[in-house]
C-alpha cells in the first residue's frame, strides 16, 4: 500500500504499466513447433497454448508447479435471499476442501495440481451491496494485496478459483456494472436459485447497481462497491501471476467477474490469461466474448471452486508436455513433407 496517497493508488499504477509478452520466446517456440513431428497445426489450439505459454512465462513451454488457488469470502447481501443455500456453507465448503472431500479436490488428483485455499475474514461477511458499498477502499486494497501472495510459494500456472455463497449476485453486479444491459441480463440460477429467489436476486442486483450508480465508471469503484473479498483477492493474484510471469487460468462467472475488472481497467491485463471453461450461468458466454477470449472447455458446468480451471490445466500441461517432449523431424529421423 502506498505510503502516501490513496490505497489504490499502487494498483492503478500498476495497471498502466503491465510488463508484455516476451517476444524472443515466442519467436523460440513457433520456431520449434515448426519442427515437430506432426503436420503444421495439427494440434490445434494445443500449439496456440504452447505459444501463449512462452510469451507469458518468458520460457520454453514448461509446467511443473501448477497451483489452484481458491479464494473464500462471505457476502452481505445474503441478506436479501438471493441464494438457496445459507452463507454457514462457504465455511463448511472450506473445511471439506481441507478434508480433501471436494471436487476440486478430485480434479487436483487427476491432473496433479496443487491446491491453496485462502479463506478471507469469513466470519466477516461484506456490507450489503444494495445499501453501502462491499469494502472501504483500504480493505479492498488490502484484500487485493493478500491475494497477490497466493503466488508467492513458486507457481509456474495459476488456475483462480473462488467459494463464496451469494457471489454470483455479487458477479451479476459486477457485470451489469461495467456492461449495462438490465439486470436480468446477467442474473442466473448460480447454486440453483428460481422462482421467487431468483426474482430477489434479480431486484437485488438492479437496486445495487442502481445505488452506486454515478461511482461506475471506475473499475476499482467497481469492485470495492459491489465485489466481495474474494473476487478483490482474485483480481489481486491475477495480477502478481502478470508481474511475475506467470500464466493464469480463470474458472466460471465468479472468477470472471474479478478477471473482468482488470479488463475494464487495462483492455490488455487478462493477455496472460485463459478462460478455463464456459460455465452454464447464462451471462457468462457474453462476458468471456466481450473479453475477446475463447473457453478452452464447455462441460456444462457451474460448480465454482476453480474446478473449470482446474480441467483446464490438463489440457495446458498436455500442450506443455507436446511442445517441450516431442521429437523434431530431425531426431525423430521422420521424413518432412515431399
Ligand atoms: O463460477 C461459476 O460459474 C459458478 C456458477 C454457479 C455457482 N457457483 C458457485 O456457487 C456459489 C455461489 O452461488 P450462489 O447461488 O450462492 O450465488 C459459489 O460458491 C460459487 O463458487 C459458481
Ligand atoms: C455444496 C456447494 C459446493 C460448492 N462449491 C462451490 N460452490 C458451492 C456451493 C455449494 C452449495
Redesign the pocket.
Known sequence: MSASGLPFDDFRALLNNLPGPDSAQLAAARERDAQLTKPAGALGRLEEIAFWLAAWSGRPPQINRPLVAVF?GNHGV?RQG????PAS??KQ?VDNFAAGGAAINQICIAHDLGLKVFDLALDMPTQDITEEAALDERACAATMAFGMEAIAGGTDLLCI???????????AAIFHALYGGSAADWV??????EGEVLAR?VAAVEKAVALHRGHLDDPLEVLRRLGGREVAAMAGAILAARVERVPVII??????AAAAILHAANAQALDHCLIGHV???PG?MKVVERLGKTPLLALG?????GT?AALAAGVVKAAALCHSGMATFAEAGVSGKA
Open positions: 473464500a445474503t438471493v441464494t438457496p443455500f456453507v462457504t465448503m478459483g473462488e467459494m463464496g455463497i451469494g457471489n454470483t449476485t455479487i458477479a442466473g440460477p448460480g447454486t440453483g436459485s436476486k474458472d466460471g462467472y465468479v472468477a470472471t460455465s452454464a450461468e457468462h458446468m457451474r460448480l465454482g471452486e473449470g
